[in-house]
């Protein structure tokens, strides 16, 4: 079974991944893991502490002269913010420490701030805010860049481009290719398919700016050469659409999921959305008139491309702060400020992509199952005759 888990507070020493279930011998690229990072910390709209961190990765167990071994992968990402945070958050309690602790006591709305302070019956949410940071996406796209890894040499890949930035909206489906060519610049600063959207969403971004506001939006998901029968009908915990959702749900600020064009079908006839069948003769293969579906029938995948939608809330930490109570006096007070970020969209793409990697990347482990990786290849081989053959 493929699984994986995080650890790591935004301004601790660092953040790390567990990462279990890969089979011995797939072949792992270090400046790959990097440049995934890099596309994380992009994008137009982020705040100062991307500036501080250049992420990088370190493996720590389960990698051995660059293949995995079929053992549990650490990976770890330092953070060079820790410097400045050191005496704020000792892990060993220290004369003087609690004083120099950065208490946040004016929760934000649409924060972890309040909800958590309750939780744990704290007037100070700094722990709170420490783990529920995206900063822990990081480890989470490392751990993704794993499993795309694993993926590629079944031909799987996995992409994801900006369809929104609060009210500007790509209006229409973009196909594999541009969204590919749109992915190339690993900086690039908004990562849309339609170049003079982009323009206007950067200049979007920098009205909310100047407003001391902030910002949501929309991404999309694409992963392409996805075989039929990843995936199950049989069990509500094994539809690769609610996995699929879970694991988009959970990245911080994501607050709807889309599997294809689920949502405008729902207003639609069921002849206009319903993606009809072919079949083509010289590869064998059956083929679809449209993908409203987003490639998942049933809980299982029928072949054509997965796509995935998120949809972000806009950052809750603004400059302008709303209104608040603070924890300890009850007294209102307006919301904390920390540096943050005020649109983070494209950010957001990345993160989705090594969520849909991971859960893909679990699917594709069930399917074909193998210790090692040829042997899992083996058997994919065999089934892609059987489809052939069907
Ligand atoms: C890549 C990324 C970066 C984020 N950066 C910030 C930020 O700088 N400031 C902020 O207030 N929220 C930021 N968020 C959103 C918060 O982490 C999130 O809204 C908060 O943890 C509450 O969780 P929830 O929105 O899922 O309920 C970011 C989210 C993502 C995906």
Same mark, same amino acid.
């Given at each position: 079974?493929? #699984? ?14 567990? =990462? ?17 990072? #890099? ?7 982020? *705040? ?8 990088? !990765?370190?493996?720590?167990? *389960? ?99 900006? =369809? ?14 541009? =969204? ?12 849309? !398919? ?17 407003? #001391? ?7 999309? =998901?694409?992963?392409?050469? !996805? ?29 709807? &999921? ?14 206009? &959305? ?45 400059? #302008?702060?709303?209104?608040? !109570? ?6 209102? $007070? ?5 540096? %943050?970020?005020?649109?983070? &969209? ?9 969520? $849909? ?6 699917? $594709? ?15 994919? %081989? ?9």
């Amino acid at each position: 079974m493929l #699984r994986f888990q995080t650890a790591g507070e935004s301004h601790g020493q660092c953040l790390t991944a567990w =990462v279990s279930g890969l089979p011995l011998g797939v072949p792992v690229d270090l400046a790959f893991i990097n440049r995934e990072l #890099r596309r994380r910390q992009a994008g137009y709209g982020r *705040g100062g502490r991307m500036k501080i961190e250049q992420d990088q !990765v370190q493996i720590l167990s *389960g990698v051995r002269h660059g293949q995995t071994i079929g053992a549990p992968i650490t990976l770890q990402i330092e953070n060079k913010d820790w410097s400045h945070w050191e005496d704020a958050l000792p892990v060993e309690d220290a004369p003087g420490a609690a004083e120099k602790q950065r208490r946040l006591t004016q929760p934000r709305p649409g924060h972890a701030d309040l909800a958590g302070a309750l939780k744990f019956n704290l007037k100070d949410a700094r722990y709170i805010v420490e783990r529920a940071s995206a900063r822990e996406t990081a480890a989470r796209v490392a751990a993704g860049a794993l499993a795309k890894l694993f993926l590629r040499p079944f031909g799987l890949e996995v992409l994801s481009h900006t =369809v929104a930035i609060g009210s500007h909206r790509l209006e229409r489906q973009a196909g594999w290719e541009e =969204v590919v060519a749109a992915c190339e610049e690993t900086d690039a600063e908004i990562r849309c !398919v339609d170049p003079q959207l982009s323009g206007a969403m950067k200049k979007l971004i920098d009205h909310a700016i100047a407003a #001391r506001d902030s910002l949501g939006g929309v991404f999309e =998901v694409l992963a392409h050469n !996805v075989p039929p029968g990843l995936g199950s009908h049989a069990h509500w915990d094994e539809r690769l659409d609610a996995r699929l959702a879970q694991a988009l749900m959970s990245i911080q600020a994501v607050k709807a &999921v889309e599997i294809g064009t689920g949502v405008t079908n729902a207003a639609a006839f069921g002849s206009q &959305v319903h993606d009809e069948i072919g079949y083509d003769p010289a590869r064998r293969r059956f083929t679809r008139a449209s993908n409203h579906a987003g490639g998942l029938e049933g809980g299982i995948t029928n072949g054509e491309d997965v796509i995935v939608r998120g949809y972000l809330k806009p950052i809750s930490t603004l400059r #302008r702060p709303l209104p608040s !109570v603070d924890l300890e006096t009850k007294q209102p $007070v307006k919301a904390a400020y920390e540096r %943050s970020d005020v649109c983070v &969209v494209p950010a957001a793409g990345v993160i989705s992509e090594a969520m $849909v990697a991971l859960v893909l990347a679990a699917a $594709v482990r069930e399917k074909f199952g193998g210790d090692t990786l040829e042997e899992a290849l083996r058997s994919f %081989s065999a089934y892609q005759q059987q489809l052939e053959e069907f």
